[in-house]
T-cell receptor, first 115, second 114 residues
Framework: GAGVSQSPSNKVTEKGKDVELRCDPI?????LYWYRQSLGQGLEFLIY????????KSGLPSDRFSAERTGGSVSTLTIQRTQQEDSAVYLC?????????????FGAGTRLSVL | AQSVAQPEDQVNVAEGNPLTVKCTYS??????LFWYVQYPNRGLQFLLK??????LVKGSYGFEAEFNKSQTSFHLKKPSALVSDSALYFC????????????FGSGTRLQVQP
């Protein structure tokens, strides 16, 4: 079946612009995660959605970052007023949201470059 | 707080030799432990997990990992390395309770020489 799909695969933007990154999880997965992979910080958690519960936003680095998940499926990560330090690969993952099936499946990522 | 340490930035091994990639963790309570592999310009690919049960866990592509509670370690192993195993390997942990998001180590680059 289809895996986690992320778009665009690459995004180049100018400092100060807003960007939207999209994630389409595996069908049936109720949990969705955003992570960021950068040279300086490694792999870090950003935000987690589980079903209809309030999202866990504890990893968002600033209030310029936000995310939503519509209809329990597709998620959009928005970065406002982008800065050069936002340049990174943004990875999305999904899982069954069930502790008996805890594996997170990752998309290929969106590489964001802020000029 | 939970954390993962991968003490080696890079591991070099000759093809056909056994390989070990080290991982130690810190978490409150019992852990869920994972190994993922990343090939260039690709996302993370799941290799294996430990939840409970046997300390030796077998995964994809001939990889295995040994959970050692007393040493809080979860080292990745393979009896005979292939050149195609060359990639970036990440160890990750989460607790049985609390946040389901994973905490990752810094990654270890495995280089298998022909």
């Amino acid at each position: 079946g289809a895996g986690v799909s992320q778009s665009p695969s690459n995004k180049v933007t100018e400092k100060g612009k807003d960007v939207e990154l999209r994630c389409d999880p595996i069908s049936g997965h109720t949990a969705l995660y955003w992570y960021r992979q950068s040279l300086g910080q490694g792999l870090e958690f950003l935000i987690y959605f589980q079903g209809n519960s309030a999202p866990d936003k504890s990893g968002l680095p600033s209030d310029r970052f936000s995310a939503e998940r519509t209809g329990g499926s597709v998620s959009t990560l928005t970065i406002q007023r982008t800065q050069q330090e936002d340049s990174a690969v943004y990875l999305c993952a999904s899982s069954w949201g069930d502790d008996r099936r805890p594996i997170q499946y990752f998309g290929a990522g969106t590489r964001l470059s802020v000029l | 707080a939970q954390s993962v340490a991968q003490p080696e930035d890079q591991v070099n091994v000759a093809e056909g030799n056994p390989l070990t990639v080290k991982c130690t963790y810190s978490v409150s309570g019992n852990p869920y432990l994972f190994w993922y592999v990343q090939y260039p310009n690709r996302g993370l690919q799941f290799l294996l997990k430990y939840i409970t049960g046997d300390n030796l866990v077998k995964g994809s592509y001939g990889f295995e990992a040994e959970f050692n509670k007393s040493q809080t370690s979860f080292h990745l192993k393979k009896p005979s390395a292939l050149v195609s195993d060359s990639a970036l390997y990440f160890c990750a942990v989460r607790g049985y309770t609390g946040r389901r998001a994973l905490t990752f180590g810094s990654g270890t680059r495995l280089q298998v020489q022909p």
